[in-house]
C-alpha cells in the first residue's frame, strides 16, 4: 500500500494545472518572467541560474505533467507493484524532472544537464526488462544521442565566445555556422534521417516509457530546442526543410509493411517529427509548437491502448493476432481508433485542428510542384497505416484467440485513457483558440481546399491496391528493404556483430561492461576450473613436475 502510495502522491502532484492557467494568463498580457538564482559567487564571478518562463514553456510543461500524470496513474496497474516497478518508477521521476530541466532554462549548461538526463536515463529505461534485445536497443539509443550531445557540447564552447551561455540574449547573433551543430544535435535526438533507426529500436522498453517519450519528451526535446532557437531558420536554413519531409515520407512507407504494433506507432511518431520539421524550417513556428502539442495528447492514448492490447493478450504484439479486439475490449478499441482517427486528420478531432491548419497555411508559402506531391503523398500514407490497424483491430477474424481471461473492466489504465480521450478530443480546438489561430483568416479556393479531403480517400484507395497484390508480386526482398528501415541501420548491425558475435578466447564477447564485469569474471573461473579438472586427470608427470617446482621456489 506505501509502494501504491508514491505513484499516487506523484499523479496528483503532476495533474495539478496551475501551469496552464499561468500560460493563458501569459498569453493574454503577453508577459514574460525571468527567475534569477545565484548559487555561488567566488570574488567577482558569479555562478546564477535562471528560469525563464513564457507561454510556451508553460504550455508545454502543463501538457507535460498531464500526460506524465496519466502514465504514472498507468503504471501502478501495468507494472504492478514491487520492488522493481519502485525502480521503475523512480526512473519515471528522473526523466520527468530532466525534461523540466531542459524546458524551464535559458542557460545553456543546465539544458545539456537535462539533455544528458533524458539521453541516460532512457538508456536505463530501454534496458530495463533485461533482455539480449533489449539491450542492444539501449545500445543504440544510447550511442546515437551521445552522438548529439558532442554537437551540443561544442555548441556551448562556442557560444561561450559571444560573453554569456544564456541564449535568449545573443539569439539573433549567433553565426550559421554555430547553428548547424545545434541542428545536428537536435536532429539526433528528434530521429530525423539519417539518425532515426534508434526510434523504433526504443520500443523494447515497456509501454508506458514509450507512450512518455514518444508524446511529449525524449523525441519533442530536439523539437522544443529548434523553436526556442529559432532566429530566422527558414532564411538561411530552408534546405532542412527537406530533411523532414524525407523523413515523412521513409517512416510512412516503412509502417505500411509493418507487423509489429508499437513498431508502427513509433513509426507514426516518427512522421509526424517530420512534419513538425518540415514546418519548422518554413519559418511557422507557431504552427510547428501547436501541432507538437496536439500530438502528444494523442499519441500517448495511441500508445497506452496498445499497452492495454499487449497486457491481456498474453504480451502479443503482432497484430496478426489483433483480430476482433473490439469484441472483448469495446471501450479500449474505440479510444485507441479515436486516437488513429486523430493522426489521420479525421475533422473535429485534435490532430485535424493543427494538420489542416498547416496544410492551409502551406499553399501561401513559396513551395514547388514536388513538394506538394510528396507532401499530400505522406498524408495520405499515414491514411494507410491508421485504417491498417482499424482493420486488424475491428474487422479482422479472431484467429481462435480465447477470450475467457478478456475483461473490459474499470481499472486505473482505463481512468487514465479516458481522461486522454477527452484531450484527444478537445485540445485541438482548444489551443487553436488559445493560441489565437481562429484570428488567421485563410482564404482558399474549393478545389485547393478540397485537396486534404482528397488526400484522405486517395490514402485508402492506395492501400487498398497496395495490399491487392500479392506476396510475390514484389519479391521478398521488397519486404525485407522496408522491414529493416531501409537498412538505414546497417552499422547497427555492424556494432552488434561485434559486440555479440565476435568470438574471443572460446566465448562471446559482449561489451567491454560486460566483459570486464560479471560476465567475464564468471567465464574466467569457469576456464579456470576447466584447466584445474584437466589438470587433475592427466598422469603423474605433471603432479612431479608441479612438485619440483614449488620445492625449488621453496628453497
Known amino acids: 500500500m506505501i509502494k501504491m502510495n508514491y505513484y499516487l ?116 529505461l530501454v534496458i530495463y526488462y533485461s533482455s539480449l534485445s533489449s539491450y542492444f536497443a539501449g545500445l543504440i539509443t544510447c550511442l546515437i544521442n551521445r552522438l548529439g550531445d558532442v554537437g551540443l557540447l561544442i555548441f556551448i564552447s562556442w557560444s561561450f565566445s559571444y560573453g554569456s551561455w544564456h541564449f535568449f540574449l545573443y539569439n539573433n547573433y549567433y553565426s550559421s555556422y554555430i547553428v548547424y551543430l545545434l541542428i545536428f544535435s537536435c536532429f539526433t535526438k528528434s530521429a530525423q534521417v539519417p539518425f532515426s533507426c534508434w526510434l523504433p529500436a526504443a520500443m523494447a522498453a515497456p509501454t508506458p516509457v514509450s507512450a512518455l517519450v514518444h508524446s511529449s519528451t525524449l523525441v519533442t526535446a530536439g523539437v522544443y530546442l529548434l523553436i526556442r532557437f529559432f532566429m530566422g531558420l527558414s532564411s538561411f536554413f530552408f534546405f532542412f526543410f527537406f530533411f523532414g519531409l524525407f523523413t515523412m515520407f521513409f517512416s510512412s512507407f516503412c509502417a505500411i509493411f509493418e507487423f509489429d504494433l508499437k513498431s508502427i506507432i513509433a513509426f507514426s511518431t516518427l512522421s509526424q517529427l517530420g512534419l513538425m520539421i518540415s514546418c519548422l524550417f518554413s519559418g511557422y513556428v507557431d504552427l510547428s509548437f501547436f501541432h507538437l502539442i496536439s500530438h502528444a495528447m494523442f499519441k500517448s492514448l495511441l500508445f497506452l491502448c496498445a499497452g492495454i492490447f499487449i497486457y491481456y493478450m498474453g504480451d502479443n504484439q503482432d497484430i496478426r493476432f489483433m483480430g476482433s479486439v473490439c469484441k472483448f475490449l469495446p471501450f479500449t478499441t474505440s479510444c485507441f481508433n479515436i486516437s488513429s482517427f486523430a493522426l489521420c486528420g479525421v475533422p473535429f478531432l485534435s490532430g485535424f485542428y493543427s494538420k489542416d491548419f498547416i496544410v492551409d497555411i502551406y499553399m501561401f508559402g513559396v513551395f514547388n510542384v514536388f513538394s506538394f506531391v510528396v507532401y499530400y503523398f505522406c498524408l495520405g500514407m499515414t491514411v494507410i497505416y491508421s485504417f491498417r490497424l482499424f482493420y486488424y483491430s475491428m474487422i479482422y477474424s479472431s484467429k481462435f484467440v480465447c477470450f475467457s481471461f478478456m475483461c473490459d473492466d474499470l481499472n486505473l489504465m482505463k481512468i487514465s485513457i479516458y481522461m486522454l480521450v477527452f484531450f484527444s478530443l478537445f485540445s485541438g480546438c482548444l489551443f487553436m483558440w488559445v493560441m489565437d489561430f481562429d484570428l488567421d483568416f ?43 528501415m531501409w537498412f538505414m541501420f546497417g552499422h547497427s548491425l555492424y556494432l552488434y556483430s561485434f559486440f555479440y558475435y565476435l568470438v574471443n578466447m572460446g566465448f562471446s564477447l559482449m561489451s567491454w561492461g560486460e566483459y570486464y564485469g560479471g560476465y567475464g569474471l564468471s567465464m574466467f573461473f569457469y576456464k579456470f576450473s576447466d584447466f584445474l579438472y584437466l589438470i587433475s586427470i592427466n598422469s603423474l608427470k605433471i603432479f612431479l613436475l608441479s612438485f619440483f617446482i614449488w620445492f625449488f621456489v621453496m628453497i
Not at 447 to 469: A, N, R
Open 442 to 484: 485563410v482564404f482558399l479556393p474549393m478545389y485547393i481546399k478540397l485537396m486534404s479531403f482528397f488526400s484522405f480517400f486517395f490514402g485508402l484507395l492506395f492501400g487498398f491496391e497496395l495490399f491487392g497484390f500479392s506476396f510475390y508480386f514484389f519479391g521478398i526482398d521488397f519486404y525485407i528493404f522496408n522491414g529493416y
Open 9 to 124: 502522491c506523484w499523479f496528483f502532484f503532476f495533474f495539478f494545472f496551475f501551469f496552464f492557467f499561468f500560460g493563458l494568463y501569459f498569453s493574454l498580457i503577453d508577459y514574460v518572467v525571468v527567475f534569477e538564482y545565484n548559487l555561488i559567487s567566488l570574488n567577482s564571478v558569479d555562478f546564477l541560474y535562471l528560469i525563464y518562463l513564457d507561454k510556451i514553456c508553460l504550455f508545454f510543461i502543463s501538457v507535460v505533467l498531464f500526460i506524465s500524470s496519466m502514465v504514472i496513474l498507468y503504471s501502478i496497474d501495468y507494472m504492478g507493484l514491487s520492488v522493481s516497478s519502485l525502480r521503475f518508477f523512480f526512473l519515471i521521476l528522473l526523466f520527468i524532472f530532466s525534461m523540466f530541466l531542459m524546458i524551464l532554462s535559458p542557460n545553456l549548461l543546465s539544458i545539456l544537464v537535462g539533455w544528458d538526463g533524458l539521453g541516460l536515463i532512457s538508456y536505463c
